[in-house]
């Protein structure tokens, strides 16, 4: 027999792992479980007879062997007497010696409970009925499942994507049991919307288990605007039935008939119907000259076309572009690099940005920012030659008024020559 070792990679602990470790803590329950399951159906079913036959009594739990003989009695004396050996075995069922009486133990009260809540379940969606159930207890005894809720959110997942599928197959008859599905389990909806809303406002739980809750109420809504859904996908399909006559017939009322009928008697019907050429009637007279005229006259003449490159011709030769000069900011330079040579080591801006007009003089002013600018100074124009001269701009924080018929007041600042640097 293999270990539980065996079944992973060499060097891995199973008991490291959280998942395998809350199995093995459960184990003294869970062993419950396969005592009752190992076997076949029928010893299978008839082991759960006998448990839970055991186990209803509950004004008297205690059993005297006579008293299971009796209750028994419809079963044979060797299978009965093989089944209580089974479950005496599995510990499911204990044996008083002082009082000579047999009572369930506490792993089979807990495995007929559970199985109790999912045998009495019926309906269109028993799944999503006993998961909700499973929640709603968890959560009246205050202590929530997380896998519980996991469950019940894929569960909702799924039904959404099947009654997303039904409503985009365009079937009428499958869109109708879909509607029908989704009534039948919307009150297991409705029983754990309640709950959800309970888990929400309820400040003890943990994130992980408050995140759940709210994607079951977020899958909930979804579910719910999907009943609208179906009504309008139904008006537009009743919309477009097709009236057989005076009949009172629609070809709803066709499908639905010829979806009632067997294979054989549909193929007895199609019996003759069938002819062994049959004739393209789908198709009509403009479709046909349409193909007809791109088969025999649009592909050949494709064929026939020439699909030869042009020879290679020689690009005409261009004038290279001429640089647009900035002449007033050539002027600027040649009057700072004037300054420069002539020793002038400070000498106030008016010196070199008063010229004969506001506009020439506004400017100028704008190019005294560009002196000592690095990213300019990479450039090769005019601009570039500005940055490169050695000033820097001081002072500026007052104002001073000028004689100048358009410049009124210029700013206090000064050009200030960089020692050590040559003006060139």
Do not use: C
């Not at 869970?30 to 448990?51: A, I, K, Q």
């Not at 019940?152 to 409503?167: C, K, P, S």
């Amino acid at each position: 027999m293999d270990s539980l070792s065996d079944f992973f990679q060499p060097g891995i602990e199973p008991g490291s792992l959280q998942a395998v470790s809350r199995l093995q803590g459960a184990w003294g329950y869970l062993s419950v479980f396969v005592t009752l399951f190992r076997g076949g159906d029928e010893e299978v079913l008839m082991r759960l007879l006998v448990l839970r036959e055991l186990g209803g009594r509950a004004e008297a739990p205690l059993w005297t062997p006579q008293e299971i003989a009796q209750r028994f009695s419809y079963l044979n004396d060797t299978k009965l007497a093989t089944i209580l050996g089974r479950l005496r075995e599995g510990d499911l069922l204990v044996y008083d010696s002082d009082g000579g009486v047999y009572q369930l133990s506490e792993g089979a009260r807990v495995a007929l409970a559970a199985l109790a809540t999912l045998v009495d379940f019926s309906g269109d969606d028993v799944e999503l009925g006993y998961l909700a159930s499973q929640v709603a207890a968890g959560q009246a005894v205050g202590q929530v499942s997380d896998e519980a809720l996991k469950h019940l959110l894929a569960r909702l997942n799924e039904l959404y994507a099947e009654f997303e599928e039904a409503l985009e197959s365009q079937s009428e008859f499958r869109i109708r049991a879909a509607q029908h599905r989704l009534e039948a389990v919307w009150r297991w909806v409705a029983k754990s919307t309640e709950v959800v809303r309970s888990l929400t406002q309820d400040d003890t739980l943990s994130l992980t288990v408050l995140n759940q809750a709210q994607a079951i109420a977020l899958a909930q809504s979804r579910m719910l605007a999907l009943a609208g859904t179906f009504e309008r996908r139904l008006a537009q399909l009743a919309a477009q039935r097709v009236h057989l006559g005076n009949s009172g017939l629609t070809s709803t009322d066709i499908a639905d008939w010829l979806r009632r009928q067997g294979a054989a008697t549909l193929a007895g019907k199609l019996a003759g119907g069938w002819s062994i050429s049959p004739e393209p009637a789908f198709l009509s007279t403009p479709e046909l000259a349409d193909v007809a005229e791109f088969e025999l006259l649009a592909r050949e003449r494709a064929k026939a076309g020439t699909h030869v490159l042009p020879g290679s011709e020689a690009a005409p030769l261009a004038d290279a572009p001429e640089m647009e000069r900035l002449l007033e900011a050539e002027e600027m330079y040649d009057l700072l690099l004037t300054l420069g040579m002539s020793g002038e080591a400070d000498a106030h801006i008016s010196q070199a940005v008063l010229a004969d007009s506001y506009n020439e003089t506004a400017y100028r002013l704008s190019l005294l920012s560009l002196i000592g600018d690095p990213e300019t100074s990479n450039d090769q124009s005019i601009v570039a030659a500005l940055a490169k001269l050695p000033f820097s701009l001081q002072g500026g924080d007052a104002v001073i008024e000028t004689d100048h018929p358009e410049v009124a007041t210029l700013s206090d600042a000064r050009l200030v020559a960089n020692g050590g640097k040559d003006a060139r």
